[in-house]
T-cell receptor
Framework: GDSVTQMEGPVTLSEEAFLTINCTYTATGYPSLFWYVQYPGEGLQLLLKATKADDKGSNKGFEATYRKETTSFHLEKGSVQVSDSAVYFCALRSGSEKLVFGKGMKLTVNP | DSGVTQTPKHLITATGQRVTLRCSPR?????VYWYQQSLDQGLQFLIQ?????ERAKGNILERFSAQQFPDLHSELNLSSLELGDSALYFC??????WGSGDTQYFGPGTRLTVL
């Protein structure tokens, strides 16, 4: 079945550091790919998405490019802030309507 | 604020009991999804409704059931509760269920603690 594998962390970075969170997927067909973020004590928020190969999703300084050849959707940000501290989930949706999530990665950014 | 509301925010109950979690989707969204988030299982899809009809089932236990009402709000019923049912339960909604790129918007969740 469909699955998502992502870095689990936890990861601690200093403010202004570069962030990469790796995400790879296995799916039949042509999935849409998503990054969701969960801030402490809150629900999941959509961070960005890409619906076809080579699409780049971007939001709040975060970017991810849908790479069909490597089945990847890595999340990057050039300079993280303390306010980016959260849990990040990679997810896919393919054919069926449900989202399939990775296990999530907790990021802590220190000033 | 996603526009999806869930009540209650927290629920503490005992083993063997039954609880009901409530979700109101975003205005205009016809599809509602329920997910369970636990430390050992991560985020797991439970069940989906579209315009009042069950559309897809995931890893939902037989002790659990859900429904979507004519006003489109949904309820998740959990019965004969066990310690392992303690988790965060999320509701999400989307406009329609068949576009894989269609975004699901999540509520803040209900934290269930079974003692």
């Amino acid at each position: 079945g469909d699955s998502v594998t992502q870095m689990e962390g936890p990861v601690t970075l200093s403010e202004e550091a570069f962030l990469t969170i790796n995400c790879t997927y296995t799916a039949t067909g042509y999935p849409s790919l998503f990054w969701y973020v969960q801030y402490p004590g809150e629900g999941l928020q959509l961070l960005l998405k890409a619906t076809k190969a080579d699409d780049k999703g971007s939001n709040k300084g975060f970017e991810a490019t849908y790479r069909k050849e490597t089945t990847s959707f890595h999340l990057e940000k050039g300079s993280v802030q303390v306010s980016d501290s959260a849990v990040y989930f990679c997810a896919l949706r393919s054919g069926s309507e449900k989202l399939v999530f990775g296990k999530g990665m907790k990021l802590t950014v220190n000033p | 604020d996603s526009g999806v509301t869930q009540t209650p925010k927290h629920l503490i109950t005992a083993t063997g009991q039954r609880v009901t979690l409530r979700c109101s989707p975003r205005s205009g969204d016809l599809s509602v999804y329920w997910y369970q988030q636990s430390l050992d299982q991560g985020l797991q899809f439970l069940i989906q409704y579209y315009n009042g009809e069950e559309r897809a089932k995931g890893n939902i236990l037989e002790r659990f059931s859900a429904q979507q009402f004519p006003d489109l709000h949904s309820e998740l019923n959990l019965s004969s509760l066990e310690l392992g049912d303690s988790a965060l339960y999320f509701c999400a909604s989307s406009v329609e269920p068949w576009g894989s790129g269609d975004t699901q918007y999540f509520g803040p969740g209900t934290r269930l603690t079974v003692l």
